[in-house]
């Protein structure tokens, strides 16, 4: 199961409280931006639910709708892009509030002598290098890989095939056009 305790899981499914499905490639940042504003207030009733039910001493919550949203609209978000259509900059901004409102739930519930951690897997900016660490290594000599161990055909195209539906489910369509051609 995917919670603990395990009764927890019946707790959440019976809320109706399944995760929306996002296509980022196939809908325009506005609307694709108003569906991650809808999956978060999902999952801020989510946490809310879980608080007032299980008052727990410690608290551990995932919010990864920053994370989607920025990964299809960050052009919008830094300027750097035109929106694809108006009302798209609105709606990342509905976001943000939207996500200010749910940390603020939590501090309301745990109160001010409370330590809060807040942490993130990566920020988000413009990309203008790239560094592959396997490259380097083997540049300057402390990788070496030995004749055919990189991957077979076999190998291959079960890795390509594997990383094509991957990269779909994910809502990458790009990358799994890429990942198509090169089969």
Known sequence: RMTWPRELFGDLAGGGMAELLLAPGLISQRRYARRVLELHRMRHRTVEFLLRRRKPDLFMGVFVEPDRLQHRVWPVCDGSGEPEEPGAFEAVRDFYRAADDSIG???DFYGP?????VTSDHGFGPLSRTFALNRYFIDKGFLVLKEGELMNRTLKRRFLTAAKATSAK???L????????AT
Do not use: E, F, I, N
């Open 113 to 117: 002598d409370t330590t809060y951690l």
């Open 170 to 172: 994910l809502g990458m």
């Open 105 to 107: 739930m939590l501090l």
């Open 174 to 181: 790009g990358l799994a056009r890429k990942v198509m051609r």
